[in-house]
């Protein structure tokens, strides 16, 4: 095998290995990267031929272009070729609109998704481009060392979008391409090396010919083997270098805790410190909106609850309490070991009405979620698995790649109903809580803090001003529902969200959250499931279509408050709902005489 094709074998492997790392991300892993593999083979093999011309390096990148383009029509569009091969105009419409719904595709799933068209494209294309530029500098320029940068980026992407899903070993295959690489450029240039340098006459006799004897034959023995050694040490030091670097990468990650990332920080994989680790932020609204516009509603939760009425049982994942301009996202927080019981609600004061409920949750095998679903606010959580508990969201949370997939546990909560006079005459919250909950970005467009002042002209209280923006949202304000419109939770989404009035609960949650903090009421984005549907005698099912997105609002001596400002979605709690004109004469809404203002009893 000659050192070009040897190279370009090294730079196939090196790419495949590479690439190896996006497997994760998808649900169907071996497809895509086969295609990838196989057209990075055929360009190989292109570049081989045309190096052999006089013009070998621009015909060969040239020759491989066209061809790439060949086979990703024949792979994508064939019915807009010529022949099934030769792409026509329409072709790279097609091929271009593939792309968009590819880019849109990756915003609505979340890891791993699923292998649609555009995905796939973007894939086997992404991989594609990166192995040709790896060709180019390895194997038409002979620069192996600077091909580790693209090598680098396709890793980077992989690790980047995998939230957690990429492991070391991924890096590892990575790096072995990589050294492989590099000590097959090495060999080939020490190769050409010998051959310039060396010439017949490192086989040959010494300078003075047959007269020179018995020890001239033997002084060119010694050279022959002096210089043998000489060609052969750089090539032994490349592979020494490389079995230690692939040692380090072996033995650094086991011995270093914080190589990591993803969904929690590896300072919590401690496997039971009751304070150690975090939570960072994440996204988990990716996959919200194509969940609503599944052409089938596939159960995801069933549940059994003692609670006299489902229509509050919100099954909350976590809380968004971050919002940066671009998204909202969970805040980076501390986790500890799950306590049993948890903790006291924050803010709930004794005097507030509620009822311990309990419910016992089943989640289907392939709904695989790294935050437990859970009635708000949780009081014992019975599950098996390793699962941290986060304060300030009230959440279950994941350890070492811990999902919900078929997970069966048992939740006790607390079904809390104030009154519209106790969330009216609130105190004020304590400063710390107001700063976190009131920020928003400087990004924010004027008109949304403009238009929650118009809405909520009038209203004497925080709870007033929030049941207003509930009200417009809901009824007063013309909005549509339609889970069709572009999601979006950024600055810019909300400004059109305002202005065109169409959205899903997505748009409605963050605008509501969103005009709350303009002014200065502490709120709060939830991501979960409504209530579902009852199939028996105190049993429901909850589908993949009831994913929901609401804003919870908080009142000191009553906490986190869940409004509802999504038309024809969701449920709008007793408290949330406008108070009705009454003969006597008061508005005030007396707690149902079953609900207990003492303290909740411990769960057992």
């Known amino acids: 095998m000659s050192g070009g094709t040897r190279l ?20 169907e892993p071996v497809g895509w990267l086969a295609q990838a593999a196989l057209v990075l083979a055929v360009l190989g093999a292109v570049g081989v031929m045309a190096r052999r011309t006089p013009l070998a390096r621009p015909l060969t990148l040239l020759a491989q272009l ?8 024949v792979l994508f569009v064939p019915g807009t070729a010529l022949g099934g091969m030769i792409p026509l105009p329409a072709s790279f419409e097609q091929l271009w609109l593939l792309l968009g719904q590819g880019a849109d595709d990756v915003t609505r799933f979340a890891t791993p998704a699923p292998v649609t068209d555009g995905i796939r494209l973007l894939l086997v294309a992404g991989v594609v481009l990166i192995g040709l530029l790896v060709d180019l500098l390895a194997v038409t320029f002979r620069a192996a060392a600077p091909a580790g940068l693209p090598l680098l980026a396709l890793y980077s992407v992989a ?21 492989l690489l590099l000590l097959a450029e090495g060999r080939d240039r020490v190769t050409r090396w010998g051959r310039v340098f060396g010439g017949p006459s490192l086989g040959g006799p010494a300078r003075g010919g047959p007269a020179a004897g018995g020890a001239s034959s033997g002084g060119a023995s010694a050279s022959r083997a002096e210089t043998s050694n000489r060609l052969s040490s750089p090539v032994r030091t490349g592979r020494r270098i490389g079995a230690a670097a692939l040692g380090l990468a072996l033995l650094v990650p086991a011995l270093l805790p914080s190589l990591g990332g993803g969904l929690l920080d590896p300072a919590n994989n401690t496997g039971g410190n009751p304070v150690g680790g975090t939570v960072t932020a994440v996204n988990p609204l990716v996959a919200l909106q194509d969940s609503l516009n599944q052409p089938e509603n596939r159960t995801v939760l069933t549940y059994i609850t003692n609670a006299r009425d489902n ?13 940066d301009g671009t998204a909202w996202k969970p805040a980076e927080r501390r986790i500890q070991a799950v306590p049993d019981p948890l903790p006291a ?3 709930l004061s004794p005097d507030v009405a509620r009822r311990l409920n309990v419910t016992s949750i089943e989640a289907a095998d392939w709904y695989k979620q790294n935050w437990l679903p859970m009635p708000y606010p949780a009081q014992r959580v019975e599950i098996d698995g390793r699962w941290r508990f986060e304060p300030e969201g009230r959440t279950l949370v994941g350890d070492h790649r811990q999902t919900t997939a078929g997970a069966a546990y048992t939740v006790a909560s607390l079904s809390v109903r104030p009154t519209a006079e106790q969330l009216k005459n609130a105190p004020e919250p304590r400063p710390s809580l107001v700063g976190e909950y009131t920020s928003v970005p400087e990004s924010l467009p004027e008109v949304v803090a403009e238009t929650a002042r ?13 049941l207003a923006l509930q009200e417009w949202f809901a ?10 419109v572009r999601a979006g939770s950024g600055s810019a989404a909300i400004a059109r969200f305002l202005e065109q009035r169409e959205g899903f609960c997505v748009h409605f949650a963050f605008s509501m959250a969103a005009m709350s903090r303009t ?12 209530p579902g549907t009852r199939t028996g005698t105190g049993v429901y099912e909850v589908g993949i279509q009831d994913a929901h997105a609401w804003p919870e609002v908080y009142f000191e001596g009553v906490g986190w408050t869940r409004f509802e400002p999504t038309p024809s979605r969701g449920n709008v709690p007793d408290y949330a709902r406008p108070a009705l004109p009454d003969p006597s004469g008061t508005d005030e809404t007396e707690p149902e005489p079953e609900d207990s203002t003492a303290p909740a009893p411990t769960p057992t």
């Open 8 to 27: 370009t074998a090294a730079a196939w492997l090196a790419t495949v290995a590479a690439a190896g790392a996006l497997t994760p991300l998808v649900d």
């Open 66 to 73: 066209v061809t790439a383009l060949v086979l990703v029509t």
């Open 159 to 179: 690790a980047g979008l995998g939230q957690g899903d990429i492991t070391w070993l991924w890096f590892l295959a990575a790096a072995a391409g990589y050294l």
């Open 311 to 323: 229509q509050d049982m919100y099954l909350r994942i976590v809380a968004l309490d971050q919002f």
């Open 345 to 347: 609600v924050p803010g």
């Open 454 to 466: 118009e809405v909520t002209a009038g209203a004497g209280s925080d709870y007033e001003r929030a």
């Open 475 to 484: 009824r007063e304000g013309g909005f549509r529902y339609d889970t069709q």
């Open 519 to 530: 002014l200065g009421i502490p709120a709060r984005v939830a991501v979960g499931f409504t």
